[in-house]
């Protein structure tokens, strides 16, 4: 899908802008800009942009824009959404490494706690668009593929149908899972615009892309959510090094939500969730499906304190989890 409307292009491009704080602004990607009608426009707002386009038919025509301008514009063949590919061998274009990509771009790595580097622009792929939130999420935790680099700022138009998953509340028994923890642990969530599916256009020759069907949730809408990662991420017990175990542990929770939370804590910390719970203020009878995002991290970050934890047989089902 692409943005081809002038007007909705003004308003990303205002989306995109707002909240800037006063100084130079960084750089942003923008992912598949295909006919360019979005990149013209940040282009005319002062905006640096690196297009990072994978259809080789829309090349020559970002190309040519790029050459009639001072450095304001560069275009980059990459598909942003096969960055980093598992597995070993040679990474084949369109496909490419962060650390190339970045390189290309001229963007060092930062502190985490520095301002953020770089912002992304793209629209998710509906067929590919719970997975991506996925790796994205893993990368996010273990500071690595692009948050080698620093808290980078995504924006990010996906279905309506992610974003209630993404900002659900406890409350929202349907709809909270591990998926919604784990971001809302992770990185500020904002919701930028809400636009119809019937405003983004395709170049496929068969016509325009079916909308996804949903049963139960709304789904008439692309969002623009805006995903930035917490300074205070790592600042507790949380770190890059034990997040696979974070992660895991949220899995494993809300895959039963229904479940007991003291259930839980006892088949792994040998019979003292009791303890835990008592002394996090949660209420025994609470279900894994109760607890909230930060709940969850406070509950990792005492489980973490404790040298019982790191002896039961979780920490080795994490530890095999890992290696795979």
Not at 60 to 82: A, C, H, M, R, T
Not at 136 to 154: D, H, K, N, V, W
Not at 182 to 194: K, R
Not at 268 to 286: M, N, R, Y
């Amino acid at each position: 899908r692409f943005i081809a409307c002038p007007q909705l292009a003004r308003t990303v491009q205002r989306c995109l802008q707002g909240g800037a704080s006063p100084g130079p602004q960084p750089v942003l990607v923008e992912c598949e800009p295909g006919p360019g009608i979005l990149t013209r426009t940040l282009l005319n707002a002062g905006v640096r942009v690196v297009a990072l386009e994978s259809n080789s038919a829309f090349l020559p025509n970002l190309q040519s824009l790029e050459n009639s301008l001072d450095g304001q514009l560069k275009v980059i063949y990459g598909d942003f959404f096969k960055l980093d590919p598992l597995g070993t061998g040679i990474v084949k274009l369109p496909a490419m490494c962060s650390d190339k990509l970045f390189e290309t771009m001229g963007v060092a790595a930062v502190p985490w706690r520095a301002d953020v580097p770089v912002k992304i622009f793209g629209i998710l792929p509906h067929r590919k668009e719970r997975n991506t939130l996925w790796r994205l999420l893993f990368a996010l935790y273990e500071c690595s593929s692009i948050y080698r680099y620093g808290r980078i700022e995504l924006n990010f138009f996906i279905s309506e149908k992610e974003y209630k998953v993404l900002t659900a509340k406890p409350e929202d028994a349907r709809v909270y899972q591990a998926l919604t923890v784990l971001w809302q642990v992770g990185c500020e969530i904002q919701l930028l615009h809400m636009e119809p599916w019937s405003s983004f256009v395709t170049n496929l020759k068969t016509g325009g892309l079916a909308v996804p069907k949903t049963s139960w949730l709304p789904n008439d809408h692309l969002c623009l959510v805006r995903l930035t990662p917490q300074q205070n991420l790592f600042t507790g017990g949380l770190k890059p090094t034990n997040s696979p175990t974070f992660i895991f542990m949220v899995k494993q929770c809300l895959a039963k939500p229904k479940s007991r939370l003291i259930d839980r804590l006892n088949s792994w910390s040998l019979d003292v969730g009791g303890e835990f719970l008592k002394e996090l203020e949660i209420p025994q009878t609470a279900k894994t499906r109760d607890l909230y995002p930060e709940d969850y991290r406070r509950l990792f970050e005492a489980l973490q304190t404790s040298d019982m934890f790191t002896e039961t047989w979780f920490h080795d089902e994490v530890l095999q989890s890992i290696r795979n």
